[in-house]
């Protein structure tokens, strides 16, 4: 047990106080005296208070505190990692029920054996560039998120001589050279500019050579996504997605693109984004939900999987100015892919 009575202690507005007593998860604390003459009593979370406002005196008490912050953040992030497996098998459980579903639809439901349309997810190297409202991938990235990509994450482009950012972060350009250089069009990293043009490329293999998209289609579903530094491959979120209405192929010359100039398409802050983990809704090729991409710039998703990620998506912009657009993105769709939302269970 924690002696916390009358220990004196450091607050960074109310100056010295010591603690009156510790009750529910609280402490309360006495500072002072008011312009009344009276202390001034003030209640705060314990021992969450201790990790950032408050400071106690005496070591010995202070190295417990900490001790008991440590082991309470340690369950914390314990009871988190639960959650989303927990979130993640319900996921799973849903998805094989909207499959199952899906098999009892009329034929008329069902899709063409012959049309070999699939969605396609798309991973992304993280881009905290424009608005600080929104996720970024709209301007050049800051200077911490460029040096994460290069000293970190080793990306190939972001690395490379003729990065621009590799440039600045060598001390060979100033950050102004770099800015003007997205303003006159000379940037060559689509990530920054990626909400801004709705664009997508299918990029190169390691050897170099140009990767095709060969399923996906016009109305087949794009879903952007990317790891905030610092995470794990499980905690991909995704924070956009549109419907494809231009796409090709790719040749040997030229890599394969998708992208969107219509409404069809929605984005998601950074908070949001976090409520939508990529691995929630894709499973790997051998049909089980594992939380390992690979060397591969994109994946195929089925119609099953972007109908419960958009279904999702709608339940997530509930109350906000968004939601509108996510029903509308949901029933666009299911109406361009022929498929009945109402005899798919939720």
């Known amino acids: 047990m924690i002696e916390l009575l009358k220990a004196a202690v450091i607050h960074k507005t109310f100056g010295a106080g010591k603690i009156k007593e510790v009750e529910n998860g609280h402490v309360v ?84 054996k012959t049309n070999t ?66 303003a006159d069009n000379n940037f060559d990293c689509y990530e920054s500019q990626l909400l801004k043009s709705w664009k997508v490329m ?31 491959e499980a905690e991909r979120i995704i924070f956009g997605v549109f419907i494809i209405d231009d796409v090709l192929e790719g ?10 100039q219509s409404t069809d398409r929605i984005t998601l802050t950074l908070e949001e984004a976090k409520n939508m983990l990529f691995w929630n809704y894709h499973a790997n090729s051998t049909g089980k939900v594992s939380a390992k991409w690979g060397s591969g710039l994109f994946r195929y998703m089925d119609d099953i999987q972007a109908v419960a990620l958009l279904q999702d998506l709608v339940k997530l912009k509930q109350n906000t100015p968004d939601a509108q657009l996510a029903k509308d993105l949901l029933e666009a769709y299911c109406r361009n892919n022929l498929i009945e939302l109402s005899a798919i269970s939720q």
């Not at 600080?132 to 994460?148: A, K």
């Not at 690395?159 to 770099?178: A, N, P, V």
């Not at 040749?251 to 969107?260: I, L, M, P, Q, T």
């Open 251 to 260: 040749n040997d010359r030229e890599s394969g693109y998708v992208s969107n």
């Open 29 to 112: 604390i006495v500072f002072g005296a008011s312009d009344s003459g009276e202390p001034t009593e003030k209640k705060f979370v314990y021992p969450d208070a201790f990790k950032k406002f408050l400071k106690i005196n005496d070591p010995d008490i202070a190295e417990q505190v900490d001790s008991l912050i440590k082991i309470k953040d340690a369950e914390e992030d314990k009871r988190r990692e639960l959650d989303e497996q927990e979130k993640r098998e319900k996921r799973v459980a849903h998805i094989m029920a909207l499959e199952e579903s899906k098999k009892k639809l009329p034929a008329k439901t069902k899709m063409k």
């Open 202 to 232: 299918a990029g190169e293999d390691g050897d170099g050579k140009t990767r095709k998209i060969k399923s996906a289609r016009r109305n087949s579903l794009a879903v952007l996504t990317t790891r905030v530094p610092h995470t794990k």
């Open 117 to 182: 349309r699939q969605n396609i997810a798309f991973k992304l190297n993280y881009c905290d560039g424009g608005s600080p409202e929104q996720i970024g991938f709209n301007g050049i990235c800051s200077d911490e998120t460029i040096r994460y990509n290069i000293s970190k994450e080793k990306r190939v482009w972001c690395s490379s001589k003729e990065c621009l950012c590799s440039q600045y972060l060598d001390g060979e350009i100033d950050r102004k050279t770099l800015e003007d250089s997205l």
